[in-house]
Structures are given as structure tokens and as C-alpha cells.
């Protein structure tokens, strides 16, 4: 994220190629913080769309830090990483690109602290 701040109208888009489909798959967001992240969660909404044109929308809360402000998982110097479940055992019936796009719902126009957004896709029990 250019200045360590997530723009409240950045749109983050992913596309992911997905050539097996005879597979479940766990799809995860992970976020990059600085100390300067406030909130105690990152708001976001997700879309998901599939190659075989199924679209799913959901609104998530990561939490992020303690009610006393602490990080809620690791952090190394400066930089704190956490996780979070989206989607569990998608089956995908077509293969070719997932697309997600991740908008974020803080109430600020600038999100200070946020280093990075990714998504991984992992096989289902691995």
C-alpha cells in the first residue's frame, strides 16, 4: 500500500487461476499492519466471483487488536500479519480465473497502519 494507508475507495482485485476443480478450496485474507492501525477491526466487504459465473458477496470483521489495544496475533518489529478464513471448501465447477475483490468499509477515508492485503487459496485439509 503506497504510505502504509488503505484508501477507503481502493478497490483491491485478485484473480486467481484455478486449473483443478475436482478439489476443495480455502480461501483466506491476510493483511499486513503498522502500529499506527487504530481500529480494533478491519472492515471489509468481498466478492467472489467464479469462472463458471457464481458470484458470492459477503461483509466481514477481522479483528485485528485487543480491547487494551494490543495486536491479536504475531508481530515482528514493526510489522504485524494476521489472518482470516473467507471461504471454506469452495468447490469450483468450471476451471479458469477467481476473481475477488476486497473493498474496504472502514469509516475513514484513509485506513492508516495497513501495510499490504493479499488473498491465498489453499487446498481444503492442507
Request: glycine fraction near 8%.
Amino acid at each position: 500500500m503506497p504510505d502504509m494507508a488503505w484508501a477507503r475507495f481502493n478497490l483491491l482485485r485478485f484473480e486467481i487461476p484455478v486449473n483443478e476443480v475436482e478439489k476443495s478450496w480455502d480461501v483466506f485474507l491476510f493483511a499486513r499492519f503498522t502500529p499506527d492501525f487504530q481500529y480494533k477491526t478491519l472492515d471489509f466487504n468481498m466478492i467472489l466471483n467464479t469462472a463458471a459465473g457464481e458470484e458470492r458477496i459477503h461483509e466481514y470483521q477481522m479483528p485485528v487488536k485487543s480491547a487494551e489495544g494490543t495486536f491479536l496475533f504475531n508481530c515482528v518489529g514493526d510489522s504485524c500479519e494476521g489472518t482470516l478464513l473467507l471461504k471454506r471448501q469452495l468447490y469450483l465447477s468450471k476451471a479458469g480465473i477467481l476473481k475477488i475483490e476486497i473493498e474496504n468499509l472502514t469509516p475513514r477515508l484513509v485506513t492508516e497502519g495497513v501495510i499490504g492485503v493479499g488473498i491465498r487459496l489453499v487446498e481444503s485439509g492442507k
